[in-house]
């Protein structure tokens, strides 16, 4: 049986504008990429005042899909395609980039008046290089949908892809999960056998993986060998993620992902040309950054 690979990395904070903070996770230096997921973000929770919310301005992507699973709020999509969506707790919103999309994502008017806690995941799936150049797409399953059980004394909502024998609706490319977890003190859990590339991000708590703790705001990752156990010192709120290995790693820069850096190059002139659409009813824009 081949060693097991193992990582055990710290975020980094991001701001997002307004105090709006992130902790980014994926990618690092240590680690680029588990399965296809190349980047892995961790946003809130924060609690927003009446009258305040997030704005991230409409801001184009190529060669990917996101991934966004909220815990708290409600958060407004909208894309180059026309689609229009709220997303609430327990839902997963899928949009596939592939040869170029534009969206945004805004707290709605009403839990803006209101206030609201935000706090969720985002996550980056780098699109396999036949799939690379697709047509743009959008995908929105509410949790209800979702497969959610309970295993080992453990609650499980398969937000993508496939593990302990169950598959989400979420139309995806190539073999990889991305579970939510909830386990009570003491609960354990082996990570999924059929994956050869496996991750355990704990939001909340303290946890362990085959004796190894893990701690609130850290990701720890394994490569091939035998799955490891996952045990929760407390009660524990955690992310579990992977898939097949990804081959060469592709090229990301902001929000672009590729296998050629000239595909790259080509993004960057569309965006500041004004050539890869734009959201409807959004004025705003996010610019090209600095190289």
Known sequence: MPTTQR?????????????????????????????????????????????????????????????????????????????????????????TAGRGIVHSERTPSTQRAAGQRVHGIQTWVALPPDAAECAPSFQHHAAAALPSWQQDGVQLRLIAGSAYGRHAPVRVFGALFDLACVAQTGAELLLPAEHAERAVYVLDGVAELDGRPIRAGELAIEIGGTPGRLRARTTLLAMLFGGAPYGTPPHLWWNFVAGERA?????????????????????????????
């Open 263 to 291: 595909r790259i190059e080509q993004a960057r002139h569309d965006w500041s040309a004004g050539r890869m659409g734009s959201v409807p009813g959004e004025h705003e824009f996010i610019p090209l950054p600095p190289s």
């Open 7 to 95: 990582w055990l990395l710290s975020g980094r904070q991001h701001d997002l504008g307004d105090g709006f903070m992130v902790r980014r996770l994926l990618p690092q230096v240590q680690r680029r990429m588990v399965g296809p997921f190349v980047f892995f973000d961790h946003l809130g929770p924060v609690d927003c005042a009446p009258g305040r919310g997030l704005d991230v301005r409409p801001h184009p992507h190529i060669g990917l899909a996101t991934v966004t699973y909220l815990f708290d709020g409600v958060l407004r999509h909208r894309d180059s395609l026309g689609s229009v969506q709220d997303i609430e707790p327990g839902a997963v919103n899928w949009m």
